[in-house]
């Protein structure tokens, strides 16, 4: 069964991407801790992260890292939140999301797709997008 994450990495949904490359994919998650919270997925179907080939998980991480940069300049952060977790979506994906404070690491205070601002999720891919320098497509330039 295609995951919605693949759905989303070929086209058939929308996503807010702010990096893609052959392997790995990163775009905002719909239900953020706060905005900037991206997913950094492989694009191959794999559901717990501890089945991914090392060299899979190592780039994995590589571009979980950058992100992880990204997100703390563009926000001003003092922390790039880390997390797998792993039971939403049986498709491996890390959280990154910018953070000032251990108490931000709680998935119950998440916002509902409903109640986050459009504007400000765009502004949040774009000003990711800046800070890593990919194009509107997640491509490198």
């Given at each position: 069964?295609?995951?919605?994450?693949?759905?989303?990495?070929?086209?058939?949904?929308?996503?807010?991407?702010?990096?893609?490359?052959?392997?790995?994919?990163?775009?905002?998650?719909?239900?953020?801790?706060?905005?900037?919270?991206?997913?950094?997925?492989?694009?191959?179907?794999?559901?717990?992260?501890?089945?991914?080939?090392?060299?899979?998980?190592?780039?994995?991480?590589?571009?979980?890292?950058?992100?992880?940069?990204?997100?703390?300049?563009?926000?001003?952060?003092?922390?790039?939140?880390?997390?797998?977790?792993?039971?939403?979506?049986?498709?491996?994906?890390?959280?990154?999301?910018?953070?000032?404070?251990?108490?931000?690491?709680?998935?119950?205070?998440?916002?509902?797709m409903d109640a986050?601002?459009?504007?400000?999720?765009?502004?949040?891919?774009?000003?990711?997008?800046?800070?890593?320098?990919?194009?509107?497509?997640?491509r490198p330039q």
């Amino acid at each position: 069964m295609t995951t919605v994450f693949t759905r989303i990495i070929n086209g058939e949904l929308p996503g807010r991407f702010v990096y893609r490359d052959d392997e790995v994919v990163a775009f905002l998650t719909i239900e953020p801790l706060r905005y900037g919270h991206v997913l950094v997925v492989p694009v191959e179907e794999v559901d717990r992260w501890t089945d991914l080939s090392p060299a899979l998980w190592a780039r994995l991480n590589e571009v979980a890292q950058q992100v992880g940069v990204a997100v703390r300049e563009a926000f001003g952060s003092a922390r790039a939140g880390y997390i797998i977790a792993g039971f939403d979506v049986p498709h491996t994906h890390i959280h990154v999301f910018p953070t000032d404070r251990m108490s931000e690491y709680d998935f119950s205070r998440a916002m509902a797709m409903d109640a986050t601002d459009p504007e400000l999720m765009d502004d949040a891919a774009n000003r990711i997008r800046a800070a890593l320098g990919t194009d509107a497509e997640g491509r490198p330039q």
